[in-house]
């Protein structure tokens, strides 16, 4: 049980840029056109406010109606070879709200590595297989899906998702007394698990991105496309893993030999551990064959 002070604090540049795309994805003027818009960052577009489309809720609408999503899977190719998962760590809003959760002091809990296989489980289920199979008829509306008011809701929108329930589940219960009055144990149940990952997301750092989300999943898979990398030198890396124990995802592997693995999918590009790594020039991003940013060294925490 790891009772340290969390760390993500520091990462106030990123923290910035987190909070500018929570302020453009939810930016409320912009959904008229922004809703045509699909970004892979997991905020709900049934929210009034929400300016830009779900990869996942766009993904079962897709299924829904037995149509390949051309459209989603050239956006998640296109930002998996620019950028893979730093859409995760920079831009997600609702990753912006675990780190923020994070913050939190209690104690901490590492989530074991075996969770990170639970969301590829409801990505092919609930996000794929089950609109595909259960789909073909007249597509139930967004806020139907979202608020689980449904009997026929039967995906990742409708039974799981905490983003969802957070911006427009939540609200609709809240100001909506019809929508309330309709409310059935899928409702509260999605409520539940609002609570829950909300709870977790203070303990375990990213939590949700690691174990429960079906975009992460997809982000993952085809994040070693990627132009965006870690790269280790090894002459000036010393193996003092501090780069293992600031990362948020515990995808940090520090490899044993030029070339070797650099983190595991659930890296999120965060670039904590190059800003961390003690050595100056030990650990470097790099976008292509051009360097981005390169570990200046600095004591050890
Ligand atoms: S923090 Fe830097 S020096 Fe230490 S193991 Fe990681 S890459 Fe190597
Ligand atoms: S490996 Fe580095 S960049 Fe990737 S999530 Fe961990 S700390 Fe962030």
Redesign the pocket.
């Known amino acids: 049980m790891d009772r340290t002070r969390p760390e993500i604090g520091r990462s106030g540049w990123r923290s910035r840029i987190q909070l500018i795309s929570l302020a453009v994805f939810n930016g409320y003027y912009l959904a008229p056109v922004g809703k045509y818009l699909c970004i892979p960052v997991l905020n709900c577009y049934s929210c009034p406010v929400g300016t830009v489309a779900c990869p996942v809720g766009s993904i079962i609408a897709f299924g829904l109606i037995r149509r390949i999503p051309y459209y989603i899977i050239g956006v998640i190719g296109l930002a998996a070879v620019s950028a893979g998962?730093a859409f995760c760590?920079w831009a997600c809003p609702f990753g912006f709200m675990q780190d923020l959760l994070y913050r939190i002091r209690s104690w901490k809990w590492r989530l074991p590595r075996l969770a990170n296989s639970l969301k590829y489980a409801l990505l092919v289920l609930l996000v794929i297989a089950l609109p595909v199979a259960l789909g073909g008829g007249k597509a139930k509306t967004s806020t139907e899906r979202i608020t689980g008011e449904s009997s026929g809701a039967i995906d990742y929108c409708g039974l799981v998702c905490p983003a969802g329930t957070a911006e427009a589940g939540v609200p609709s219960l809240i100001t909506n007394r019809a929508i309330r009055a309709r409310a059935s144990w899928r409702t509260w149940s999605k409520v539940g698990i609002l609570a829950v990952v909300l709870g977790l997301a203070v303990v375990s750092r990213?939590s949700f991105c690691r174990a429960l989300c079906p975009l992460g999943a997809l982000m993952a898979l085809s994040s070693g496309m990627s132009l965006l990398r870690?790269e280790t030198d090894q002459e000036k890396c010393t193996r003092c893993r501090r780069?293992?124990k600031?990362?948020?995802?515990?995808?940090?592997?520090v490899p044993e030999a030029s070339g070797g693995k650099?983190?595991?999918a659930?890296?999120?590009?965060?670039?904590?551990?190059?800003r961390?790594c003690p050595e100056a020039g030990a650990?470097a991003?790099r976008f292509g064959a051009r360097t981005v940013m390169l570990s200046r060294g600095k004591p050890n925490a």
């Open positions: 998962r760590g990213r870690l780069c293992v600031v990362c948020p995802t515990a995808s940090r592997i650099e983190a595991t659930e890296c999120v590009m965060c670039l904590d551990c190059v961390d650990l991003t």
